[in-house]
């Protein structure tokens, strides 16, 4: 059936999400469609259906995750986790951070280390 088709697609593109998160490039309408053999905008309402968001939010909201994690680690700077996860500059992953977090990525570093394992006693 058609819905299961779809939910199929779905799963595909969440998948190469998933492997193509850091790619710059990789993650857009355009590229996507292109490569599941879709026009951008039934691609997109299929997602939108599916997932109950858009698309390009989703992608967002994937990435910014990803970062969060490479913060909490601290392994790196903040300046090589936006090379290694494909933004094109800190500049830009600072402000969609900021608008999803409320805090730039040093402030969220920031606090985060703050907080002692005494807080979750």
Do not use: W
């Not at 999400?17 to 996507?32: D, Q, S």
């Not at 392994?75 to 290694?84: N, P």
């Amino acid at each position: 059936p058609a819905a299961t088709h779809a939910a199929g697609v779905v799963r595909q593109v969440l998948a190469y999400i998933r492997r193509h998160a850091a790619v710059p490039g990789r993650l857009h309408l355009g590229h996507l469609a292109q490569e599941f053999a879709y026009s951008p905008s039934h691609l997109s309402a299929l997602f939108r259906q599916h997932m109950r968001e858009p698309l390009h939010q989703y992608i967002v909201r994937h990435r910014l995750q990803l970062v969060e994690n490479q913060l909490q680690s601290g392994a790196l700077t903040v300046s090589q986790i936006a090379d290694e996860l494909g933004f094109v500059d800190v500049c830009h992953l600072n402000k969609q951070f900021k608008k999803r977090y409320h805090l730039t990525p040093t402030e969220y570093r920031r606090q985060r280390s703050s907080l002692s394992p005494l807080h979750y006693a």
